[in-house]
Nanobody, 117 residues
Framework: QVQLVESGGGLVQAGGSLRLSCAASGLTLSLEIMAWYRQAPGKHRELVARISRDGNIEYADSVKDRFIISRDNTKDTVDLQMNRLKPEDTAVYYC???????????WGRGTQVTVSS
């Protein structure tokens, strides 16, 4: 059974940093496309960052140069380092794994990030 468990969310002031971590089990992480999404109240879920099997990375324009996604296939974890946080980064952040790009894949339950101004 595949499980993705996010951790590291919390309340932080604008300009601060947080590091989210996603612990995966029940799958071979090295074979998965891993991503972080977020959903703010009243908004659709949106892609924040994605890292492919071979390490290719893409970011949403809104987080480029502030967030860094990384994966450790030996520990089955995917992290999201979030720097210079802004109030508009406030959302529930979800970890996602998928074997093929057109699949919905698996989702964690999410972790709340709140950035105060």
């Amino acid at each position: 059974q595949v499980q993705l468990v996010e951790s590291g969310g919390g309340l932080v002031q604008a300009g601060g940093s947080l590091r989210l971590s996603c612990a995966a089990s029940g799958l071979t992480l090295s074979l998965e496309i891993m991503a972080w999404y977020r959903q703010a109240p009243g908004k659709h879920r949106e892609l924040v960052a994605r890292i492919s099997r071979d390490g290719n990375i893409e970011y949403a324009d809104s987080v480029k140069d502030r967030f860094i996604i990384s994966r450790d296939n030996t520990k089955d974890t995917v992290d999201l380092q979030m720097n210079r946080l802004k109030p508009e980064d406030t959302a529930v952040y979800y970890c996602n794994s998928r074997h093929f790009p057109n699949m919905d894949g698996y989702w964690g339950r999410g972790t709340q990030v709140t950035v105060s101004s």
